[in-house]
């Protein structure tokens, strides 16, 4: 769950794009200004998207806004990034949209549909070691997506501090919030739930991961933000039974990732956690689970 491929990615995309459109009526009156600058601006509306992965906050956003944009898809990862024309390509035949591609890596990706045109620049970046000179200078969004759980509240103060000097609105979606809640329940599903959160807050490259604390941390941070938070449940909701879903599928995954976790953070308790993922893996088709995440933005 913590390696970031594009088998993971478009496993889970179906249940993020769910998600997301539970959580768009929170949003949609505030997203007035980007519109009419993305429809009638001199210059396209500038995007920057942190941890892009293969595009799918372009995917679930730039619909929505509509207009011109050009959006600076930036990733640590150039396997991910080399799978970003592919999964625009598909997503766009299945809009009805076109697509237009240069022969290079650096090469800018066009997207097309009446009343959009998207403009994608791709941009391998470490963000972890993000230099300190780095601005969001003439952009009007800085984005991203399942990222705000995994750094720290450092690096955190660092991005709300650059992009508040920027005068950006900024987006952040499915950050997790610790809810987890399984159908039916199984008498472990506190121990390893314990253990999987003491993992999320592990370094993973940021220092010390905010995990499920990260959105309550925007919120004691308004000031610095200087904006009001805003913000609405964006959560997965998994159920086996669903035949063509996929579902079963992300059920498998979740918990083969959850028992991973709190095996490498309790190797003691691998007995106790090896049974509940048998349990768990037999029950898959007969499973609801609902994953607790937040989309949360700031509308400059």
Same mark, same amino acid.
């Given at each position: 769950m913590t390696a970031f491929t594009s088998g993971w990615l478009a496993l889970r995309e179906p249940f993020d794009?769910?998600? &997301? +459109?539970?959580?768009?009526?929170? *949003?949609?009156?505030?997203? #007035? +200004?980007? =519109? &009419?600058?993305?429809?009638? #601006?001199? =210059?396209?509306?500038?995007?920057v998207d942190l941890a892009c992965g293969s595009g799918a906050n372009v995917r679930a956003l730039a619909p929505r806004i509509g207009g011109w944009q050009r959006w600076q898809l930036l990733d640590h990862d150039p396997a991910l990034l080399t799978e970003v024309p592919r999964a625009m390509a598909g997503w766009a035949r299945e809009q009805g949209y076109r697509v237009q591609a240069g022969s290079g890596?650096?090469?800018?990706? =066009?997207?097309?549909?009446?009343?959009?045109?998207? +403009?994608?620049? &791709?941009?391998?970046?470490?963000?972890? =070691?993000?230099?300190?000179?780095?601005? *969001?200078?003439q952009v009007d969004l800085v984005t991203a997506s399942a990222l705000l759980d995994l750094v720290s509240a450092p690096w955190l103060d660092m991005l709300l501090a650059r992009v508040r000097a920027s005068g950006a609105a900024w987006?952040? #979606?499915?950050?997790? +919030?610790?809810?987890i809640d399984w159908d039916p329940a199984d008498p472990d599903d506190a121990l390893v739930h314990r253990l999987f959160e003491q993992h999320q807050r592990r370094d993973k490259g940021f220092g010390p991961a905010l995990g499920p604390d990260a959105v309550p941390y925007l919120r004691q941070r308004q000031a610095v933000v200087g904006c009001t938070v805003l913000e609405a449940r964006s959560d997965w909701v998994i159920e086996g039974a669903r035949a063509g879903t996929g579902a079963s599928a992300m059920l498998e995954a979740l918990v083969a990732g959850m028992a991973d976790a709190a095996l490498a953070q309790q190797p003691a308790a691998a007995d106790a956690v090896r049974a509940w993922q048998a349990r768990r893996m037999a029950l898959v088709r007969h499973t609801r689970l609902v994953v607790g995440h937040l989309d949360v933005a700031g509308f400059a």
């Open positions: 794009v769910a998600a &997301r +459109d539970a959580a768009w009526p929170a *949003f949609a009156a505030q997203c #007035g +200004d980007l =519109r &009419r600058r993305a429809t009638h #601006g001199a =210059r396209p509306l500038a995007v890596p650096r090469d800018v990706l =066009r997207v097309e549909a009446p009343q959009l045109r998207v +403009d994608l620049v &791709r941009c391998c970046v470490d963000l972890a =070691r993000m230099p300190d000179t780095m601005a *969001f200078a987006w952040w #979606g499915l950050s997790v +919030d610790g809810r």
